[in-house]
């Protein structure tokens, strides 16, 4: 909210120098925005000129070459595309030499063929104001060559942020408050003459010929009447006002309507009688396909949750937002009604959210208007009209309703507030503060504290707490020495398990990587095809490339590849740890996921060779992670990848489903036709681990000790020839099994291991040989060679029998 | 030892074994002296021919021999094999040539951040408390006493699930909308409604706004959430708090204030500013850091805990706000480009 300090000033004393609010207001909760009044700005070079002559260019239609008066000897030649000016009126002009904000340097140039010796300025362009359509009119002749900010002061305005619980800030009286209760300087209120009585029916004192309330977003309207006004631009010191909160003055009745708007909070809106269909106003939700053309030029669709002003015949205004061009008063206008009304905030804040019109009236309604201020709101403006536009006030009004909040008073007791503080409050610091804002206070033990109706928001003892602090200040507050626990809480578990795995990564050489959980719905469906897209669509996404949220972190962390090594960088190792969403046969699943992926290319040489990653040495890092977090490996036989995208056949598998075993694990190389596309040199390898973190509440039982042999192993090599599709592991489980069922008791077998693959010669083309390294040992001894032999010759026997392996020779 | 032939032998021996090179030829070598028909082993069988008193000598005189020639076949092998070793390990190396890998494992700096935030709240009995990503307007707005038509409820503001969207993991208040949260505050309610005060929390998370990713804004970002509920816990407490959160972060020289301000979920509320005397550009101005407040007795209310016995602040701060202004980092795209020349000026661990 834009506020001028000098309008501020008609409410309340200020300190000196008046600027010491900007430091004063953010500590009383309302924010001041900063300028970028940077060095590099300086409006030295900007002074008033007086347009002598206005002549089209002969080049360009829209263009017109002017002769301007800046105070030097000769008048200046400026080329200027405004359309909004006349020769005899002042405008700003930038000299060569001036910098306007932004960082604009003006020179002499030529344009279009003509030269031009400066430029005119609109407000926007010098940051004095908004308006951004036409030249900066100066009103009231300004000598000529004199310094724009010397005419114009810029400094005496500040922008205001409010925060959504203050809608009574939204106002210079409303922030005049603050400053008084601050500075505890009385506000001065505007006094009011009018004294129409209320009527709840269109009688004859009324310009209307009925007023009917339906809609219950609206407790409470009033409608006021003003005979034979003269519409015309507005006295100078209006438009000063107007234009210092970075408003474009209209006309006299419009200028005061938003004057009080921006004085009081209380938007109002007025009516030319004529244009009133039957001068009867209803104030009714939109009918379904209703439509208005707002003062803005828009035509909008109305919808029946909307509710509008409306004549006999049509919707006038949208309530409480904008008016339509229909009902707008213009030169003509002689006969006014004027609306002053409370209406729903979320009423209001709904429909200029559908409506996408935000409105300084919308952004009052929204936050909840004083009650108590419609009907003195009404009474000033139409003071204001009758002062300066004429006219004579009808002596009654009609009031509809009935104002929906009151004061209302809260009891507090002083300990309460010493408790919540820290500090010792004596009842009197608290009656005091309290009536600084203010409220009223009676008695000591309760205390009542009676809450004007402009702070809608303070309504319980912990409000009044907030209030004693802000006045009473919060930045000389002391923290207090709080106590540390002996005894603190375990971290969530998943917490702890993804920071362990991070740095397991960064141990196994691994960059960490951070990308967007918002993909785009491309994206999904050529990584995830079997993904019901619709599973993971946001229902209202902003921008296209943002549309679902990840199924995976593979897509980001290839991408990051890619961006690395395009850019010749050399990082190819990249993991991340963050929340993935598949669906699941119940619903939706939000997933821990861990995933780490490389690619062999690499931007730059080494003088060295490095080895080479594979589908096995990338399995050696999934097991290394899984044993650092502590996780177990799903059960079961790692399963190859056939047509699952992302991975490539037969370069991939995965173990486990994370909607069954809640861990699920994928690995190998990425579709090579996928990686493709993000121009990528070489095949990714890639590891994801899912994790539902429900597998992560259950607390592990610590872990039982099993006595083992401290005599040496005897060691026997197993070769045998197997179906080639047959998994290695399942014939390595089915031959440890064996050997467990086949050697005696107080014999142990070391877990089997596979040293050895062979397919090709003197093996059949569907055959293939694996070759196993058994160790078996005795509790008590060494193994004898006769042990050793017989036993491994039960072994070759039962393997013979209860396989189809052959014993290769 | 005078016997002339064993004096021989023994020179034999000596002159033979610089010849020997490696392993194999050493054992044959070795042989024509030590083996079955070595010299030695010859000239021992002439024992027979030695008169019985002479034998004594004899034999002593060959045990020296043999003594001697092992002991130089054993040198020899020591040092064959130790050039063996050598050669094993191949040149000699050049320790200012680049390691083979260039893998250089790193953090991301927002983790980075997320760490030295919760190492600090640890000393302090603080310790971390997770939620989901995808909500409820329940857990996320509701019960953080956030009314219905709140702006920052808008569809403007929040990112929404349609209607039919189901989640078989996320725990719904009835059947309001999913969502993904806007802030971590939901954590506050999950973690209230499933632990009882004393509690102290510190919940780090990601959190998503419906902006269009420029310099200072991101689709996604990153929060850490603070919660602090016990008996008779005052806005002091919470300044104290706050005071030692950042003073281990930015130094012994910050200084603090809270400033008042709004959130529905906590009253009264405040900003935290902070002035730091070495912070480049913005050394020496009050920068705004974190919102805070008193948790609303609204919202305790609403996880049934009793806010007459208890009383609590929380606090929520950036982490891609403080990472920036710590390193003095200017375009918040940086975090999730994750391009090398930016993460290795951060990816130390310490």
Same mark, same amino acid.
């Given at each position: 909210?834009?506020?001028?300090?000098?309008?501020?000033?008609?409410?309340?004393?200020?300190?000196?120098?008046?600027?010491?609010?900007?430091?004063?207001? !953010?500590?009383?909760?309302?924010?001041?925005?900063?300028?970028?009044?940077?060095?590099?700005?300086?409006?030295?070079?900007?002074?008033?000129?007086?347009?002598?002559?206005?002549?089209?260019?002969?080049?360009?239609?829209?263009?017109?070459?002017?002769?301007?008066?800046?105070?030097?000897?000769?008048?200046?030649?400026?080329?200027?595309?405004?359309?909004?000016?006349?020769?005899?009126?002042?405008?700003?002009?930038?000299?060569?030499?001036?910098?306007?904000?932004?960082?604009?340097?003006?020179?002499?140039?030529?344009?279009?063929?003509?030269?031009?010796?400066?430029?005119?300025?609109?407000?926007?362009?010098?940051?004095?104001?908004?308006?951004?359509?036409?030249?900066?009119?100066?009103?009231?002749?300004?000598?000529?060559?004199?310094?724009?900010?010397?005419?114009?002061?810029?400094?005496?305005?500040?922008?205001?942020?409010?925060?959504?619980?203050?809608?009574?800030?939204?106002?210079?009286?409303?922030?005049?408050?603050?400053?008084?209760?601050?500075?505890?300087?009385?506000?001065?209120?505007?006094?009011?003459?009018?004294?129409?009585?209320?009527?709840?029916?269109?009688?004859?004192?009324?310009?209307?010929?009925?007023?009917?309330?339906?809609?219950?977003?609206?407790?409470?309207?009033?409608?006021?009447?003003?005979?034979?006004?003269?519409?015309?631009?507005?006295?100078?010191?209006?438009?000063?006002?107007?234009?210092?909160?970075?408003?474009?003055?209209?006309?006299?009745?419009?200028?005061?309507?938003?004057?009080?708007?921006?004085?009081?909070?209380?938007?109002?809106?007025?009516?030319?009688?004529?244009?009133?269909?039957?001068?009867?106003?209803?104030?009714?939700?939109?009918?379904?396909?209703?439509?208005?053309?707002?003062?803005?030029?828009?035509?909008?669709?109305?919808?029946?949750?909307?509710?509008?002003?409306?004549?006999?015949?049509?919707?006038?205004?949208?309530?409480?937002?904008?008016?339509?061009?229909?009902?707008?008063?213009?030169?003509?206008?002689?006969?006014?009604?004027?609306?002053?009304?409370?209406?729903?905030?979320?009423?209001?804040?709904?429909?200029?959210?559908?409506?996408?019109?935000?409105?300084?009236?919308?952004?009052?309604?929204?936050?909840?208007?004083?009650?108590?201020?419609?009907?003195?709101?009404?009474?000033?403006?139409?003071?204001?009209?009758?002062?300066?536009?004429?006219?004579?006030?009808?002596?009654?009004?009609?009031?509809?309703?009935?104002?929906?909040?009151?004061?209302?008073?809260?009891?507090?007791?002083?300990?309460?507030?010493?408790?919540?503080?820290?500090?010792?409050?004596?009842?009197?610091?608290?009656?005091?503060?309290?009536?600084?804002?203010?409220?009223?206070?009676?008695?000591?033990?309760?205390?009542?504290?009676?809450?004007?109706?402009?702070?809608?928001?303070?309504?319980?003892?912990?409000?009044?707490?907030?209030?004693?602090?802000?006045?009473?200040?919060?930045?000389?507050?002391?923290?207090?020495?709080?106590?540390?626990?002996?005894?603190?809480?375990?971290?969530?578990?998943?917490?702890?398990?993804?920071?362990?795995?991070?740095?397991?990564?960064?141990?196994?050489?691994?960059?960490?990587?951070?990308?967007?959980?918002?993909?785009?719905?491309?994206?999904?469906?050529?990584?995830?095809?079997?993904?019901?897209?619709?599973?993971?669509?946001?229902?209202?996404?902003?921008?296209?490339?943002?549309?679902?949220?990840?199924?995976?972190?593979?897509?980001?962390?290839?991408?990051?590849?890619?961006?690395?090594?395009?850019?010749?960088?050399?990082?190819?190792?990249?993991?991340?740890?963050?929340?993935?969403?598949?669906?699941?046969?119940?619903?939706?699943?939000?997933?821990?996921?861990?995933?780490?992926?490389?690619?062999?290319?690499?931007?730059?040489?080494?003088?060295?060779?490095?080895?080479?990653?594979?589908?096995?040495?990338?399995?050696?890092?999934?097991?290394?992670?899984?044993?650092?977090?502590?996780?177990?490996?799903?059960?079961?036989?790692?399963?190859?990848?056939?047509?699952?995208?992302?991975?490539?056949?037969?370069?991939?598998?995965?173990?486990?489903?994370?909607?069954?075993?809640?861990?699920?694990?994928?690995?190998?190389?990425?579709?090579?036709?996928?990686?493709?596309?993000?121009?990528?040199?070489?095949?990714?390898?890639?590891?994801?681990?899912?994790?539902?973190?429900?597998?992560?509440?259950?607390?592990?039982?610590?872990?039982?000790?099993?006595?083992?042999?401290?005599?040496?192993?005897?060691?026997?090599?197993?070769?045998?020839?197997?179906?080639?599709?047959?998994?290695?592991?399942?014939?390595?489980?089915?031959?440890?099994?064996?050997?467990?069922?086949?050697?005696?008791?107080?014999?142990?077998?070391?877990?089997?291991?596979?040293?050895?693959?062979?397919?090709?010669?003197?093996?059949?083309?569907?055959?293939?040989?694996?070759?196993?390294?058994?160790?078996?040992?005795?509790?008590?001894?060494?193994?004898?060679?006769?042990?050793?032999?017989?036993?491994?010759?039960?072994?070759?026997?039962?393997?013979?029998?209860?396989?189809?392996?052959?014993?290769?020779? | 030892?005078?016997?002339?032939?064993?004096?021989?032998?023994?020179?034999?021996?000596?002159?033979?074994? !610089?010849?020997?090179?490696?392993?194999?030829?050493?054992?044959?070598?070795?042989?024509?002296?030590?083996?079955?028909?070595?010299?030695?082993?010859?000239?021992?069988?002439?024992?027979?021919?030695?008169?019985?008193?002479?034998?004594?000598?004899?034999?002593?005189?060959?045990?020296?021999?043999?003594?001697?020639?092992?002991?130089?076949?054993?040198?020899?092998?020591?040092?064959?094999?130790?050039?063996?070793?050598?050669?094993?390990?191949?040149?000699?190396?050049?320790?200012?040539?680049?390691?083979?890998?260039?893998?250089?494992?790193?953090?991301?700096?927002?983790?980075?951040?997320?760490?030295?935030?919760?190492?600090?709240?640890?000393?302090?009995?603080?310790?971390?408390?997770?939620?989901?990503?995808?909500?409820?307007?329940?857990?996320?707005?509701?019960?953080?006493?956030?009314?219905?038509?709140?702006?920052?409820?808008?569809?403007?503001?929040?990112?929404?699930?349609?209607?039919?969207?189901?989640?078989?993991?996320?725990?719904?208040?009835?059947?309001?909308?999913?969502?993904?949260?806007?802030?971590?505050?939901?954590?506050?309610?999950?973690?209230?409604?499933?632990?009882?005060? !004393?509690?102290?929390?510190?919940?780090?998370?990601?959190?998503?706004?419906?902006?269009?990713?420029?310099?200072?804004?991101?689709?996604?970002?990153?929060?850490?959430?603070?919660?602090?509920?016990?008996?008779?816990?005052?806005?002091?407490?919470?300044?104290?708090?706050?005071?030692?959160?950042?003073?281990?972060?930015?130094?012994?020289?910050?200084?603090?204030?809270?400033?008042?301000?709004?959130?529905?979920?906590?009253?009264?509320?405040?900003?935290?500013?902070?002035?730091?005397?070495?912070?480049?550009?913005?050394?020496?101005?009050?920068?705004?850091?974190?919102?805070?407040?008193?948790?609303?007795?609204?919202?305790?209310?609403?996880?049934?805990?009793?806010?007459?016995?208890?009383?609590?602040?929380?606090?929520?701060?950036?982490?891609?706000?403080?990472?920036?202004?710590?390193?003095?980092?200017?375009?918040?795209?940086?975090?999730?480009?994750?391009?090398?020349?930016?993460?290795?000026?951060?990816?130390?661990?310490?």
């Amino acid at each position: 909210m834009k506020m001028s300090l000098d309008w501020l000033s008609q409410y309340v004393d200020l300190p000196d120098p008046a600027e010491e609010l900007i430091d004063v207001l !953010p500590m009383l909760g309302i924010e001041v925005e900063e300028g970028d009044e940077g060095p590099s700005v300086s409006l030295d070079k900007v002074v008033v000129g007086k347009v002598l002559e206005k002549n089209q260019h002969p080049e360009a239609d829209r263009l017109s070459v002017c002769s301007v008066e800046v105070g030097a000897e000769a008048p200046a030649q400026i080329v200027c595309g405004a359309t909004n000016f006349k020769p005899g009126d002042r405008v700003p002009v930038a000299l060569p030499g001036a910098k306007l904000p932004g960082g604009f340097k003006i020179k002499k140039s030529k344009l279009r063929g003509v030269a031009s010796e400066g430029m005119m300025c609109s407000a926007k362009e010098l940051e004095l104001g908004e308006d951004d359509a036409g030249l900066f009119i100066l009103s009231g002749e300004p000598e000529i060559g004199q310094k724009i900010t010397d005419v114009v002061s810029k400094s005496t305005t500040l922008e205001l942020e409010i925060t959504a619980n203050r809608g009574d800030c939204l106002s210079h009286l409303g922030v005049a408050r603050e400053v008084s209760a601050y500075y505890q300087t009385p506000t001065r209120f505007p006094a009011v003459n009018n004294s129409a009585e209320p009527t709840d029916t269109a009688t004859g004192n009324s310009l209307l010929s009925s007023l009917d309330v339906q809609s219950s977003q609206c407790p409470y309207y009033t409608a006021w009447s003003v005979k034979g006004v003269k519409i015309a631009p507005s006295p100078n010191w209006l438009i000063e006002r107007i234009e210092s909160i970075g408003l474009r003055p209209i006309n006299n009745v419009v200028d005061i309507t938003n004057f009080v708007l921006h004085e009081i909070g209380q938007p109002l809106h007025a009516f030319d009688l004529k244009k009133i269909a039957d001068s009867a106003i209803v104030v009714r939700e939109a009918k379904e396909g209703e439509k208005i053309t707002t003062l803005d030029d828009q035509e909008r669709a109305l919808s029946p949750n909307m509710m509008v002003i409306a004549d006999a015949e049509k919707p006038l205004v949208v309530a409480g937002i904008m008016g339509s061009v229909d009902a707008e008063v213009d030169d003509s206008t002689t006969d006014i009604v004027l609306e002053s009304a409370w209406f729903h905030p979320g009423s209001v804040r709904a429909t200029a959210r559908t409506l996408g019109l935000h409105t300084d009236s919308s952004q009052r309604f929204s936050r909840d208007v004083d009650p108590a201020g419609v009907e003195f709101a009404a009474r000033r403006a139409i003071d204001l009209i009758t002062e300066i536009a004429g006219g004579s006030a009808s002596s009654e009004f009609i009031s509809v309703g009935e104002p929906p909040r009151t004061s209302r008073t809260i009891e507090i007791e002083t300990d309460y507030v010493e408790e919540r503080c820290g500090f010792e409050v004596s009842t009197e610091d608290l009656t005091a503060s309290w009536k600084r804002l203010g409220f009223e206070v009676e008695g000591t033990s309760p205390i009542r504290v009676t809450v004007p109706s402009y702070r809608s928001e303070v309504d319980r003892p912990i409000d009044l707490v907030e209030e004693f602090l802000r006045i009473r200040g919060t930045s000389d507050l002391q923290g207090s020495k709080f106590l540390s626990p002996s005894l603190i809480r375990d971290n969530e578990p998943a917490y702890d398990l993804c920071d362990r795995a991070v740095d397991n990564l960064i141990g196994q050489g691994y960059q960490e990587a951070c990308n967007y959980s918002l993909r785009s719905s491309d994206e999904l469906a050529s990584w995830f095809p079997e993904i019901n897209q619709e599973d993971l669509a946001l229902g209202n996404p902003l921008t296209a490339d943002h549309t679902h949220i990840r199924a995976s972190l593979l897509p980001g962390l290839v991408e990051v590849l890619a961006h690395n090594q395009k850019n010749l960088n050399d990082l190819n190792h990249l993991f991340e740890i963050g929340r993935v969403f598949q669906p699941g046969p119940r619903g939706n699943a939000e997933l821990i996921s861990i995933a780490w992926v490389n690619t062999q290319a690499n931007s730059r040489k080494n003088w060295k060779e490095e080895e080479s990653s594979d589908f096995f040495s990338l399995k050696n890092s999934l097991e290394r992670l899984l044993h650092a977090v502590g996780l177990n490996a799903p059960k079961g036989l790692w399963q190859s990848t056939e047509d699952q995208l992302p991975w490539q056949n037969g370069y991939a598998a995965t173990l486990g489903d994370v909607h069954r075993n809640k861990l699920g694990i994928g690995l190998g190389t990425l579709s090579l036709n996928l990686t493709k596309k993000y121009d990528l040199k070489g095949a990714v390898l890639a590891v994801e681990i899912l994790i539902d973190p429900v597998l992560l509440a259950k607390q592990k039982k610590p872990h039982p000790f099993s006595s083992f042999s401290t005599f040496p192993p005897a060691i026997k090599d197993l070769s045998l020839v197997v179906e080639k599709t047959e998994p290695a592991e399942a014939v390595r489980e089915k031959v440890q099994e064996i050997i467990h069922q086949t050697i005696a008791d107080g014999i142990s077998l070391d877990p089997v291991i596979i040293f050895d693959v062979f397919s090709g010669k003197g093996l059949s083309v569907d055959k293939k040989s694996i070759a196993f390294s058994l160790r078996i040992r005795a509790s008590d001894r060494t193994l004898g060679e006769k042990e050793v032999n017989n036993t491994f010759e039960k072994i070759l026997e039962a393997i013979g029998s209860q396989t189809p392996y052959e014993l290769r020779k | 030892m005078e016997n002339p032939d064993l004096q021989k032998i023994v020179a034999d021996a000596e002159s033979s074994l !610089p010849d020997v090179s490696n392993k194999p030829q050493w054992e044959q070598t070795k042989a024509t002296f030590l083996g079955p028909n070595g010299s030695l082993t010859q000239f021992a069988k002439g024992i027979g021919a030695v008169a019985k008193e002479d034998r004594p000598a004899f034999g002593k005189a060959l045990n020296q021999a043999k003594g001697i020639v092992e002991s130089l076949f054993q040198n020899r092998l020591t040092a064959i094999e130790e050039i063996e070793d050598l050669k094993a390990l191949g040149d000699k190396i050049d320790p200012t040539l680049p390691s083979v890998s260039s893998l250089q494992g790193g953090l991301h700096p927002l983790t980075k951040t997320r760490r030295k935030i919760i190492s600090i709240f640890r000393k302090i009995g603080f310790t971390v408390a997770e939620a989901t990503e995808v909500e409820t307007e329940w857990f996320c707005f509701d019960a953080l006493n956030t009314p219905d038509d709140h702006p920052a409820r808008d569809e403007q503001d929040t990112l929404f699930f349609p209607p039919h969207s189901k989640w078989a993991n996320i725990q719904r208040k009835k059947d309001e909308s999913y969502l993904l949260r806007t802030h971590t505050s939901s954590v506050q309610i999950r973690t209230m409604l499933r632990e009882k005060p !004393p509690l102290r929390v510190i919940a780090p998370g990601r959190c998503f706004r419906r902006d269009t990713v420029d310099a200072t804004h991101s689709a996604n970002f990153h929060q850490t959430e603070g919660l602090f509920i016990d008996h008779k816990v005052t806005v002091r407490d919470l300044k104290g708090v706050l005071d030692f959160f950042l003073r281990e972060l930015f130094g012994e020289k910050v200084e603090t204030r809270l400033r008042p301000s709004f959130f529905p979920f906590t009253e009264p509320s405040f900003e935290v500013d902070l002035k730091v005397p070495d912070l480049g550009k913005l050394s020496n101005k009050w920068i705004e850091i974190m919102g805070c407040g008193m948790v609303d007795p609204k919202v305790l209310g609403l996880v049934d805990i009793d806010p007459d016995e208890w009383t609590g602040f929380a606090f929520g701060l950036g982490i891609e706000r403080v990472t920036m202004l710590l390193h003095g980092i200017d375009d918040i795209r940086h975090f999730y480009q994750n391009d090398q020349r930016f993460l290795s000026q951060f990816s130390s661990q310490v």
